[in-house]
């Protein structure tokens, strides 16, 4: 009976050993997660690592430059050395003078920047040799230049310029009535649309913040050498593509559709339009002569295509369509072949329009804060879709983006 009591008392020690040991595994798994910030949110605790990057910020883009700072933080006692990771490349080791001390704030200049998707990682070992690594910080770096596009941020839709990183924001027009649609010419002219008096959409100009009507319509392009504007104007009551010389006179008619035609970009030699025509109720892109003449077809797809912008080496377009779906960015050989898809936003993305060298995009996607039109937001990548990044971020309407140096 004695040894059956002694058995019995020995498992009991046995679990209570086992709930102790399976406790301090338990306990040690939160602590980690509590440091990792798994935990943070739920248990209102700083999601902050003791490691952390603190500029650049994670997502941000970045004009590209010779060199670029990077700022991290040791926010606790016991750091002896620090070392930055680009892509996993180490670069310079910097050693703690007060270990004791907290925080260590330490810099170091990023050199040789390429553009495109770039990994920051700082890793930092304490005295005793571990080693703590901050949360991953992705950036891109975009070409240098400045942006125009359309904003409602002041109310009335008005045309704005910024840096390719979102940075200095200006604005460019001055009138009461809202302004869309903007072009950017190569002497720094810019051409949009306004309401005039008569209640039509008119096409002025700005130039040194002096703004004069140039032709009633929509959807100005200019020529790749300034001389000529193409827009969208009402003939008969249809919609056809023409063009006139940059002093607003000469108009040529490109096209004469039975219906719609409209949004015309240039070819890089300044012969063809590529335009969106609606024949048997769809619609797909043509290409025509400046001049005029037979069109040629470009695209054929059930799905509607629109917003052709031919790069500047002439090879490729891209377009916007909703032919899988949802309305995405697009780019096809100058004649129709090789399709690809370069966006996949849930709700949607517009707007391509090709950087001067022609190895970015810039776009809009319908990912703000806003509701509706108000979610628009400009990105930026590269031509084959990959390094997408978020130029702008706030509630408002910002959309019609065209890539153009500015003054």
Do not use: C
Request: glycine share 10%; net charge negative; charged share 20%.
């Amino acid at each position: 009976m004695k040894r059956q009591v002694t058995l019995w008392q020995a498992m009991i020690l046995l679990l209570l050993l086992s709930l102790t040991v399976g406790i301090y595994f338990i306990l040690g798994w939160l602590y980690q997660r509590l440091r990792e910030g798994g935990l943070a949110a739920g248990l209102g605790q700083s999601t902050n690592p003791s490691v952390q990057i603190v500029e650049p910020l994670d997502g941000a883009a970045l004009q590209h430059r010779d060199s670029v700072g990077v700022q991290a933080a040791m926010l606790e006692p016991g750091f002896v050395r620090a070392q930055l990771l680009v892509d996993g490349r180490p670069a310079t080791i910097l050693v703690n003078p007060n270990p004791k001390g907290a925080p260590w704030i330490v810099q170091w200049v990023w050199e040789d920047v390429g553009e495109g998707a770039h990994t920051l990682v700082v890793q930092a070992q304490r005295s005793g040799g571990r080693e703590e690594s901050s949360s991953p910080v992705t950036v891109t770096v975009v070409p240098r230049g400045r942006l125009v596009f359309t904003t409602n941020r002041d109310g009335a839709y008005a045309i704005y310029q910024m840096q390719t990183d979102g940075t200095d924001p200006a604005r460019l027009t001055v009138g009461p009535a809202g302004a869309r649609q903007p072009t950017a010419r190569n002497d720094g002219a810019l051409a949009f649309v306004t309401e005039a008096v008569s209640g039509r959409p008119m096409i002025r100009e700005v130039v040194a913040g002096q703004e004069t009507d140039l032709v009633a319509g929509v959807d100005p392009a200019w020529a790749p050498d300034g001389a000529r504007l193409a827009y969208a104007a009402t003939k008969d009551g249809t919609s056809q593509i023409f063009s006139i010389l940059a002093s607003g006179e000469s108009p040529t008619q490109a096209t004469s559709e039975q219906v719609y035609a409209g949004q015309p970009t240039w070819s890089p030699d300044g012969t063809l339009l590529a335009f969106v025509a609606e024949r048997e109720g769809n619609w797909d892109i043509w290409s025509t002569a400046v001049e005029g003449g037979d069109p040629r077809r470009i695209t054929e797809d059930p799905g509607m295509d629109w917003a052709p912008a031919w790069s500047p080496d002439g090879s490729t377009l891209a377009f916007v369509s909703n032919r899988n779906g949802s309305h995405q960015i697009y780019t096809m050989r100058s004649d129709g072949t090789e399709v690809r898809m370069l966006t996949e936003f849930a709700l949607g993305a517009e707007s391509p329009s090709w950087s001067p060298e022609g190895y970015w995009l810039a776009f809009v996607a319908y990912t703000g804060a806003g509701a509706g039109i108000n979610a628009r937001e400009i990105y930026l990548m590269r031509s084959d879709g990959l390094h997408q990044v978020r130029v702008t971020q706030n509630s408002n309407d910002d959309t019609d983006i065209e890539w153009g140096q500015m003054p």
